[in-house]
């Protein structure tokens, strides 16, 4: 069966702009996460979706939004881009919370 | 605040070479993962491990939960350089956020 389909994979943008990027999970799967990956800060959690839900929420600032559609499909919005948002952004799925994500490649993101 | 610290952060050795990885904290979870990226990619879940005490085998790799479930460790014997990676341990704590470690590069020459 089909992965975690992460789009775009790269994305460079200015800062004050804003992005939008995209992550189809794994047919069946409910539950969408969120993971910002940087060389100093690692994994940081973003947030968490389930049925369309935004079940938890990372320490970020409210320039960073999320939402799920019915398909499960999740997108995560970033506003006023700055030169720290520059990281790999991670979404992963699982059938439900705790059983073992399965994550997309990922898409970087370079704010110059 | 890293509540999950792992040890070491870089390890390089030679093909054949045992190596052992912690993942240490002080809160108690109630799952642990261990992953496994490589560069350009996501990480790959490799083993989930539940109960204190548990241990788990993948091949080469030995995965064990602490008893008091605040830790974890991965063994590899006999390295290979397709192990080549980096390493993360992430922590459930049943509130619907997977938390993850420091990481733990590994590099293995032939």
């Not at chain 2, 560069?39 to 993948?58: D, I």
């Amino acid at each position: 069966k089909a992965g975690v389909t992460q789009t775009p994979r790269y994305l460079i943008k200015t800062r004050g702009q804003q992005v939008t990027l995209s992550c189809s999970p794994i047919s069946g799967h409910r539950s969408v996460s969120w993971y910002q990956q940087t060389p100093g800060q690692g994994l940081q959690f973003l947030f968490e979706y389930f049925s369309e839900t935004q079940r938890n929420k990372g320490n970020f600032p409210g320039r960073f939004s999320g939402r799920q559609f019915s398909n499960s499909r999740s997108e995560m919005n970033v506003s006023t881009l700055e030169l720290g948002d520059s990281a790999l952004y991670l979404c992963a799925s699982s059938l439900a919370f705790g059983g073992g994500y399965t994550f997309g490649s990922g898409t970087r993101l370079t704010v110059v | 605040t890293q509540l999950l610290e792992q040890s070491p952060q870089f390890l390089s050795i030679q093909e054949g070479e045992n190596l052992t990885v912690y993942c240490n904290s002080s809160s108690v979870f109630s799952s642990l993962q261990w992953y496994r990226q490589e560069p350009g990619e996501g990480p790959v879940l490799l083993v989930t491990v539940v109960t204190g005490g548990e241990v788990k085998k993948l091949k080469r790799l030995t995965f064990q939960f602490g008893d008091a479930r605040k830790d974890s460790s991965l063994h590899i014997t006999a390295a290979q350089p397709g192990d080549t990676g980096l390493y993360l341990c992430a922590g459930d704590r049943n509130t619907d956020k997977l938390i993850f470690g420091t990481g733990t590069r590994l590099q293995v020459f032939p």
